[in-house]
């Protein structure tokens, strides 16, 4: 009776990769929730300043008011030039809009609230105006340029954290309520994200970028449950209860399959009785099998003792190996799902994103340019 020593590897790797997978998920998951709890409360921020009720307290807020610059041009201009391309396909005629430059040009200016307070806005680099993009001139037949401004004097909620600064610029000094003991009002971006600058209310946009993420967080959740559902099935039980054994080979089989188009695939199969285990004497007389490599097979004769890690309580679920672990071939399926997955959550979020989200804007319509 010969001891097999080849140095068979347990499939550490594969186990661990089904692990930080498993993390992952629940990171993506949590990450889903975050976000949606993130736009649901600015969301009721945001609802509170359209119903006319600004508050000043430090921290996160949306307010509403007028604009006021000092020099009364506008706070913030974005400027997009675009190059066309007409297209057609199956018989229809369409086009796209590329952005080919984008010019933003954004200044400190004062929000005037209803009761006359008057609150610093300082956009700083980070700043999203959230408005819709007009066009503003053609500059030949397949150029274009795009135009969202934010003029003074118009109405506008903002988005930012609040805070109290000792004194003023010499530009902040206009006006009544402004300044309070020395302390001026200050709206700078927020901790989380960019600061958002809108003529309308910003409910609507925390609205859809809640639902976007609600959604996003089911379907998750969904292909978690669905996963580990199949995990605990296939995977996890020989991972959390499998125990070392060692076993008589009792027959070397092999046999050879077809693929779709032909091609020969060998399996190699051993058969085996367990001797001896770690720990769990009544899994000894269970009959085990497994297939393995070839290059395996071919160094093993019917007697020999092989390692088997067998499931305590259901010998009918077993591996050949010395430890548990994860074959790199039964990660095929969750992977390329995961990376699915992935690939299109990712472009999912990327439609969803608004012109002023989105690195290079792209418009697309049906008929010529």
Known sequence: ??????????????????LVLTLLGLGLILAALAKMWIHRQAA???????????RLQPGHV??????????????????VEQ????????????HTWTESSRDVSVERFELVLEDGTRVAVEPGDDVHLVDALQEERRSGPTTRTMLAELSNGE???????????????????RGEGYRDGGYTWTLT????????????????????RERFWRNGAIVAIGMFAIAQALAGMLLWPILLHGVSCEAEVSLLDQYVTRGRHGARHHHYVVEADVTRCRGAEELVGAHVSDEIGGWIWESLDEGDLVPFVVMRGDPSVHEFGRESGIRPTTLVMPLSFALFALVAGWGLHRRSL????????????????
């Not at 109405?155 to 000094?173: D, W």
């Open 1 to 18: 009776m010969r001891e097999f020593e080849s140095p068979y590897l347990a499939h550490g790797t594969s186990t661990t990769l089904l």
């Open 44 to 54: 009721g921020l945001a609802r509170v300043a359209a119903e006319g009720a600004n």
């Open 62 to 79: 949306v307010l509403r008011g007028v604009v006021a610059t000092a020099h009364g041009g506008p706070a913030m201009r974005v400027r």
């Open 83 to 94: 190059t066309g391309r007409q297209r057609r396909r199956k018989g229809s005629t369409y």
């Open 155 to 173: 109405q506008a909620f903002v988005e930012g954290t609040l805070s109290r600064k000792a004194g003023g610029s010499s530009a902040q000094t």
């Open 189 to 208: 971006r927020p901790e989380r994200g960019p600061m958002l600058i809108c003529t309308e209310s910003l409910e609507g946009r925390h609205e859809r």
């Open 354 to 369: 608004a012109w002023y989200e989105q690195k290079t804007i792209v418009h697309t319509g049906n008929g010529p340019l």
